[in-house]
Structure formats: C-alpha cells, structure tokens
C-alpha cells in the first residue's frame, strides 16, 4: 500500500483574510509595552504567516526586547539577531526560558500559546506569574 502509485488530484488553495488585532486591544498593548521594565516578545507560527517578522524584529529593537519563539518555530525570529533568546517549551532554550520568567509584560504574537510553548523545561517553571498577557481581552 505504502509504496503504491496513485493519481492525487491535490486540494485547492484556500485563501483568507488574515485578521489586524482590533484598535483597542493595540492602543492597550501600546501602553502595557510603554510601562514595561522588561517586555519579551513570542513569536508564534502567525508571524511567519502574516508576513510579519521584520515588524516583529523592529518592534524588538525599539523596546530592546528579548525575543523567544514557539515550540518548533524558530524562524519566526532571525536566529543571528542579538535579541534572539530561542525557542520555549519542549526542549527549549535554558536561557529563553530564564528570561521570559524575568518579564513583566509578555507580548505574544502569532502564538496559541499551546502546551509545547508553555509547558516548563529544565525544571524551570519559566511562565512569568505576575507578568500581563492579553490577546484581544482575554487573560492568557
């Protein structure tokens, strides 16, 4: 069966609107990331798709905010930049895990926040219990 050949006609593209985050829950995010002593970004699969990593990385760099991806999406942030923390969750990054604890402010994009990316690593129970993490109202 496995080695089997076979005509496959494939599916269609299925092309979507790809949603903005709405103007309140920027114009919070705007001042929650202005307060912030130490902001760190998570870059999830939705940055890559959006087409937002340079947006990602600039807004990183404005706020000298470390930058940790999703659980197998490291490429949501350029590996060679200076902010670049590494990937969360299951074998993860030590270091990005130590300094996503450190945050007061978490500012998560493109991510579901999905087991893989938040579960703790090393021992370290890295999820910061004080930081504000808010996607569109509600609490993360």
């Known amino acids: 069966m496995w080695t089997q050949v076979i005509d496959v006609e494939p599916p269609q593209v299925v092309r979507f ?22 902001p760190v970004i998570l870059n999830g699969a939705g940055v890559i798709l959006g087409g937002a990593i340079e947006a990602s990385q600039a807004l990183a760099e404005r706020l000298s905010a470390p930058v ?3 659980y197998q999406h490291n490429d949501a942030f350029p590996g060679s930049h200076p902010l670049f923390a590494g990937p969360l969750g299951y074998n993860g990054s030590k270091a990005a895990m130590e300094l996503i604890a450190k945050a007061d402010v978490v500012l998560a994009l493109g991510t579901r926040l999905n087991p893989f990316s938040t ?10 219990k004080t930081a504000r993490a808010d996607s569109g109202g509600y609490q993360c």
């Open 119 to 128: 579960l703790p690593g090393y021992g370290i129970d890295y999820w910061p």
């Open 17 to 38: 609107e790809r949603p903005a985050g709405g103007a309140a829950a920027i114009v919070e995010a705007a001042k929650l990331l202005s307060a912030a002593r130490f």
């Open 68 to 70: 940790c991806c999703n």
